[in-house]
């Protein structure tokens, strides 16, 4: 069997290794017959965008080109006609990834820059042999590749480099650019956000806007950003995302594919679960599975694990739960149990809108790979798209994320023995813990929030019985709504009640706890459980003040 490419995104080192390939290079042709003048493709993060690229590098470019030749014998864009050959090695590139740009500054954003555009200049420096170049373009070649260029001369560094190897070979440049929002995505999450957003505008626009000397330029990422106006005029950018699904089966493994993968690694017998932890994806109406997992999985001997969980962070996750209204906090729950929400998708979103606009989270939630397409449909010429998690892989990260932000200081393993007294009617036992809990992750800011904090804490920690049971937030049941309703998935488990009242003083904890208790059964809370023939319930009154909580 061959080798696995975990984690080698150089396509001449995945060929010349004898690594097990996953031919996309029929994506040449595709491209070679459709293509315009500068391709964005977006896609979720580790789903082998940077190999894809250099692909296209090791394919087009003149340096070298005979000898990268022998990199595609055998794949499928040599057996398409060698009228697609024939574009083998002829063109210069300018291949460039800004994935490793990741700093908590502009400053060191701004520096990182700086030594990435010194190192791609060197790359270049045989154009200092040609004789077309001016004693200002010759200073400024120098600056930049001596780490000494100014901002503004940064910003420039893409166009004039093409311009110079446009001279000297006498033909325009292909660019290829690798995860070109990446810095965009840090500066938004460590607070420079306009710095990080005015050089990116210059520094991509100067590149590909009215460019005489670009012949075609093809992009990776996971976000079109472009209401910033980081693409402003660009009238000749083609989009391929998750959502239009054009080029749908260029990144990330088709089923044709994985069930290939899983004959050749000899263990067929583990299809049906790897498509429950890493199918689910739809890009336009392609099935597609995680190819980073898949991979994982294949390497560790089949054991499923949240693999993908493991590549970064998870901030916008983050964002997700930071909105705490009850229709947020069902949406959240739905998605869990698998269940679906519903959006109006822009691929316009961008990240200050986050924390205002709902569809612009589950947009970008889409996007970088935690939601999926399950349907849509043209309402008043407004298309509204129905969402869901795509696997148990992702509902894990979901579930993981949550249980974090609750415990601080405290394992999963002590939330769940927690949950299960609640489950078991230990009711000391569970208050002893929400209470040791509430001592760890409430905030004065928090619970100045009451029944709203309390609220989300206890929603949270319910994750942990999906999917043996299910959860309801904020529901109508009997003469009112009841907080929580915890129902067995199976005949014979008992089924849970929980009303939550704020108290303004610790004294008062008891008769609000005592309150809270009345209220489920005055109002007849358990109706809906005696509908669904759930005999057993029950029911706790919960009060809270501050870190103080008393349960009845």
């Not at 975990?6 to 080192?13: H, L, S, T, Y």
């Not at 996007?367 to 129905?386: F, P, Q």
């Not at 993981?400 to 415990?407: D, G, M, T």
Request: aromatic share 12%; charged share 25%; with cysteine.
């Amino acid at each position: 069997m061959q080798g696995l490419p975990i984690g080698i995104d150089d396509f001449a080192k995945v060929r010349k290794g004898e690594y097990y390939f996953v031919d996309k290079s029929l994506a040449i042709r595709d491209f070679l017959d459709n293509h315009g003048e500068v391709l964005l493709l977006t896609r979720p993060r580790r789903f082998g965008k940077t190999l894809f690229l250099s692909m296209f590098y090791y394919f087009f470019a003149a340096e070298q080109g005979q000898a990268h030749r022998a990199l595609f014998r055998g794949l499928a864009i040599e057996s398409a006609g060698e009228r697609y050959m024939a574009e083998q090695g002829r063109r210069p590139v300018l291949f460039l990834t800004l994935k490793d740009v990741k700093h908590r500054s502009w400053p060191d954003m701004l520096a990182k820059f700086r030594f990435l555009l010194s190192d791609l200049y060197d790359q270049y420096a045989y154009l200092m042999d040609g004789t077309d170049f001016s004693r200002a373009e010759r200073r400024y070649f120098q600056r930049i590749h001596d780490a000494e260029a100014s901002p503004v001369e940064m910003e420039e560094a893409l166009r004039r480099l093409m311009d110079m190897m446009k001279r000297y070979h006498h033909q325009p440049v292909v660019l290829l650019l690798d995860e070109y929002d990446i810095p965009v995505q840090q500066a938004w999450e460590h607070g420079f956000y306009e710095d990080c957003m005015a050089f990116m505008r210059n520094f991509l626009s100067a590149a590909l806007k009215t460019n005489p000397s670009l012949d075609f330029a093809v992009l990776t990422g996971v976000l079109r950003i472009a209401k910033e106006s980081i693409f402003s005029g660009l009238n000749n950018l083609e989009v391929s995302s998750v959502i239009n699904g054009t080029y749908a089966d260029w990144i990330g493994f088709t089923p044709e594919e994985v069930r290939a993968l899983a004959h050749e690694q000899q263990q067929e017998a583990v299809l049906p679960v790897l498509h429950d932890w890493y199918d689910g994806y739809r890009f336009g109406e392609q099935e597609i599975y995680n190819p980073w997992s898949v991979l994982c999985f294949f390497k560790e001997q089949g054991q499923p694990q949240p693999y993908w969980a493991h590549t970064s962070g998870n901030v916008l996750l983050g964002e997700l739960l930071k909105q705490t209204d009850t229709v947020q906090e069902d949406n959240l729950l739905r998605l869990i149990q698998g269940q679906t929400v519903t959006a109006v998708l822009t691929e316009n979103a961008i990240y200050p809108e986050l924390a205002d606009n709902p569809d612009a989270l589950y947009t970008i939630l889409l996007l970088t790979g935690y939601l999926k397409i399950v349907s849509r449909r043209l309402v008043i010429d407004t298309w509204i798209y129905v969402l869901a998690i795509p696997n148990r892989e992702v509902r894990s990260i979901y579930r993981n994320e949550i249980l974090s932000r609750l415990s601080p200081g405290r394992t999963t393993s002590y939330l769940m023995t927690t949950m299960e007294n609640l489950m078991a009617g230990n009711a000391q036992a569970f208050a002893r813990g929400l209470q040791d809990i509430l001592m760890k992750v409430a905030s004065v800011y928090d619970t100045a929030n009451r029944e709203a904090f309390y609220h989300g804490l206890l929603l949270g920690m319910t994750t942990l019985l999906v999917p043996e049971y299910e959860v309801k937030s904020n529901r109508e049941s009997g003469l009112g709504r009841y907080d929580l309703a915890i129902y067995p998935t199976r005949r014979g488990q008992c089924g849970v009640i929980l009303e939550f009242k704020a108290a303004d003083t610790p004294d008062e904890l008891t008769k609000k706890a005592q309150e809270a208790r009345r209220q489920i059964d005055e109002k007849g809370y358990e109706a809906d459980f005696q509908a669904r023939g759930i005999e057993k319930v029950l029911k706790y009154g919960i009060a809270f003040c501050g870190k103080q909580v008393v349960l009845v």
